[in-house]
């Protein structure tokens, strides 16, 4: 079993940043990318970024790019999430994801572990 745990969210005026941590731990040897995902009430959830443990290639929304930089820590265990220049229409429930190697970087079925999500919210 794989637990993930997300931290760092919060409030912040638009153009502000925030950097999103994501915790795992038990088995985590089993996951081989990681990803983050993002849901707004109302609304489906979304693809925001995603990487590997090996390799470190990275993914991204194309409404994130260039604004967000997911980045990891394999020693800890952790893979974090800077977010940049931060929109109102960034407001959502962030979630941090894992799955096994195989599997789309983009799709949140193929993810297996989730964490409990961390909430960000742009004022305008």
């Known amino acids: 079993q794989v637990q993930l745990v997300e931290s760092g969210g919060g409030l912040v005026q638009a153009g502000g940043s925030l950097r999103l941590s994501c915790a795992a731990s038990g088995r985590t040897s089993s996951t081989y990318a990681m990803g983050w995902f993002r849901q707004a009430p109302g609304k489906e959830r979304d693809f925001v970024a995603a990487t590997a443990w090996s390799g470190g290639a990275t993914y991204y929304a194309d409404s994130v790019k260039g604004r967000f930089t997911i980045s990891r820590d394999n020693a800890k265990r952790t893979v974090y999430l800077q977010m940049n220049s931060l929109k109102p229409e960034d407001t959502a429930v962030y979630y941090c994801?894992?799955?096994?190697?195989?599997?789309?970087?983009?799709?949140?079925?193929?993810?297996?572990?989730w964490g409990q999500g961390t909430q960000v919210t742009v004022s305008s």
């Open positions: 994801a894992a799955r096994a190697y195989s599997g789309s970087y983009y799709k949140g079925s193929d993810y297996h572990y």
